[in-house]
């Protein structure tokens, strides 16, 4: 049996090991006399909450307040190069405390690729980043979204710190003026077999095409379409097909846009003109993709030198 005395030594190593300050009221461990639990029960009662704070979380844990997820560039074609960077930014780390991540790229068809790495943390934030598809072991054969999630493994473990995506197509970009060119690349087909390119308007096919290009061998391919300058404006289809059967298809639209002709010097055929004479006038026009324009007309205004009225050619 204890005395109150040992009773109150107690709980004073109870509470030297927890760390913390235990009110009293909540371990009453003798009445008025004799105590009525043993030595053993009390030992055991100290292991368990002393336990149980480390469990609760009271020991200092490392963490990080706050994730931001980026991809770059946000948008990239169907190639395996340059790929797509993914990069977090973590602040509010704990300096010296390794964080260990795994990211995982689930692409259009639903196939999920993971890849790991970890960093030490050299200040509160720091950037860590992981390269898709280099880093995963897999290639980019599909246009679509890519979604993507940042699970921590170390110093605390979470399932989801940051999510995000990025997207595949076909083309360089979503929208162009006549005349300018539009890149096309994919991958994914049977080495050096045909791949049959299309691009159409409204259900019609544009100049030249349908046409063939050969893949090289690795499966991929590029090719240009300049567009003409008289061509329907609004949305074009593109589209691949070829061998194996891709389970997303290989096509997208793109927005045409009319486009601009500037003048950069207007030529005149004799500074000094006879009333009955008749001048000449003659300049070069190019589009805003520096193409020179091959056809089409414009007005001249000549102004009198009273500058009272014009005469339009």
Same mark, same amino acid.
């Given at each position: ?6 009773? +109150?030594?107690?709980?004073?190593? &109870? ?11 909540? @371990? ?38 706050? @994730?931001? *997820? ?27 405390? $390794? ?29 860590? +980043? ?39 197509? *076909?083309?360089?970009? &979503? ?5 300018? +060119? ?6 994914? @087909? ?13 259900? $019609? ?29 609004? *949305? ?52 805003? +993709? ?24």
């Amino acid at each position: 049996m204890y005395t109150p005395c040992e009773t +109150s030594e107690l709980r004073e190593s &109870l509470a030297l090991v927890s760390g913390s300050v235990i009110p009293t009221a909540h @371990y009453q461990f003798c009445e008025n006399g004799p105590v009525r639990t043993s030595r053993k029960r009390l030992q055991l009662l100290l292991l368990f909450v002393a336990g149980s704070l480390v469990v609760l979380g009271l020991s200092p844990q490392a963490h990080a307040a706050s @994730y931001a *997820l980026t991809t770059i560039p946000a948008r990239t074609q169907e190639s395996n190069t340059p790929g797509v960077v993914l990069a977090l930014n973590v602040t509010g780390a704990t300096v010296g405390t $390794t964080y260990k991540f795994t990211w995982t790229v689930t692409d259009p068809s639903g196939a999920a690729r993971s890849a790991a790495n970890q960093t030490v943390a050299p200040a509160t934030s720091f950037v860590i +980043s992981a390269a898709y598809p280099s880093r995963f072991g897999t290639s980019i054969n599909y246009v679509g979204n890519y979604t993507i999630n940042v699970q921590q493994n170390n110093p605390n473990p979470i399932a989801s710190v940051a999510t995000g995506k990025f997207q595949v197509g *076909l083309t360089d970009s &979503l929208s162009y003026e006549r005349t300018f +060119s539009v890149s096309i690349k994919a991958r994914g @087909y049977n080495n050096n077999s045909p791949v049959t390119v299309n691009i159409s308007h409204a259900g $019609t096919p544009a100049p030249g095409y349908p046409t063939t290009i050969t893949a090289d061998g690795t499966g991929s391919l590029a090719t240009t379409w300049v567009i003409p300058f008289n061509v329907s404006t609004g *949305l074009w289809t593109v589209s691949l097909t070829g061998s194996p059967t891709k389970v997303v298809p290989d096509t997208q639209t793109i927005t045409v846009y009319p486009t601009n002709a500037t003048i950069a010097n207007l030529f005149v055929g004799q500074q000094v003109l006879a009333r009955t004479q008749v001048q000449s006038f003659t300049f070069t026009a190019n589009y805003l +993709s520096e193409l020179t324009v091959q056809t089409g007309s414009a007005q001249i205004n000549v102004t009198e030198s009273d500058g009272m009225g014009q005469r339009p050619s």
